[in-house]
Nanobody, 125 residues
Framework: QAQVKESGGGLVQAGGSLRLSCTAS????????MGWLRQGPGKARDFVAA????????RYADSVKGRFAIFRGNDKNTVYLKMNGLKPDDTAVYYC??????????????????WGQGTPVTVSS
């Protein structure tokens, strides 16, 4: 069992940047593949970015490629999402999620077992 907690959301103007942080806490021997997903008003929870447990492989949704970057911190179960060039369409609640590192990249909401509470990101035009 793991607990996931994210932070770093807020209000930003279009073209601005934010960095989201996430930590997965579980058995010390466990390593997690992690991802970010987002859910806009009245929309489904969509994939944004994912990273393998070792940080070697990443994947992005087409809508954020070249603008967002997912990377791991020194703590193996901490990940960040650096968001540049934010657009009003990026407005959503951003969720961090985790799953066993043995399973590789998770590319949809159904791939993940452990979820954070979400952090809101609002981009004003």
């Amino acid at each position: 069992q793991a607990q996931v907690k994210e932070s770093g959301g807020g209000l930003v103007q279009a073209g601005g940047s934010l960095r989201l942080s996430c930590t997965a806490s579980g058995p010390t021997s466990e390593s997690y593949a992690m991802g970010w997903l987002r859910q806009g008003p009245g929309k489904a929870r969509d994939f944004v970015a994912a990273i393998t447990w070792d940080g070697i492989h990443t994947r992005y949704a087409d809508s954020v490629k070249g603008r967002f970057a997912i990377f791991r911190g020194n703590d193996k179960n901490t990940v960040y999402l650096k968001m540049n060039g934010l657009k009003p369409d990026d407005t959503a609640v951003y969720y961090c999620a985790a799953r066993s590192g043995f399973l590789g990249l998770g590319l949809s909401a159904r791939d993940y077992v452990y979820w954070g509470q979400g952090t809101p990101v609002t981009v004003s035009s």
